[in-house]
């Protein structure tokens, strides 16, 4: 069997600073209920960037500042309507979130929650999403200690 190119898709990875730590929202996938970030398809018009955060928006209600350069990317496998299964690769855009709205587009359809950055990392099942939550962990810390202004 040939291995086809993965589909591409684009993500946000909400984080807030709450008490001095990094917290990241997850959203529940609406078929199997896994935590999983905001994601979705690529938007005629629209850069990748912007996708994600419209993504966040429909997907948890999310308002706030997304960076226009992903922090890197991970693969999984997607669940089609029609139950074929296609691999993915989701470009991840961290976006610091200034507000959440008590209802959105896909409110009744998921369930969203704050983790600390270490559960949020465990609470996911890819390997490589796991490691972009660390990574964009270590970053900010690294830019709360030298003082910089963080995303």
């Keep these: 069997m040939a291995l086809s190119k993965p589909r591409i898709q684009y993500g946000a990875l909400p984080f807030r600073l709450a008490e001095g730590s990094i917290e990241i929202l997850l959203a529940t996938s609406r078929e199997t209920k896994r935590w999983v970030i905001p994601k979705g398809w690529p938007m005629k018009g629209k850069p990748p960037h912007r996708t994600a955060e419209r993504e966040a928006f429909e997907e948890a209600g999310l308002k706030g500042k997304i960076q226009n350069r992903a922090i890197g990317s991970y693969r999984y496998e997607k669940k089609l309507k029609d139950g074929a299964f296609v691999e993915c ?15 959105w587009p896909e409110y009744e359809q998921r369930e969203t929650r704050w983790f600390p950055a270490a559960e949020a990392a465990a609470s996911v099942h890819e390997p490589d999403l796991a490691e972009l939550i660390g990574k964009l962990e270590a970053n900010l810390q690294a830019r709360a200690l030298s003082g910089s202004k963080a995303a």
């Design 89 to 103: 690769e989701v470009e991840v855009f961290p976006m610091k979130v200034s507000a959440q709205r008590r209802r």
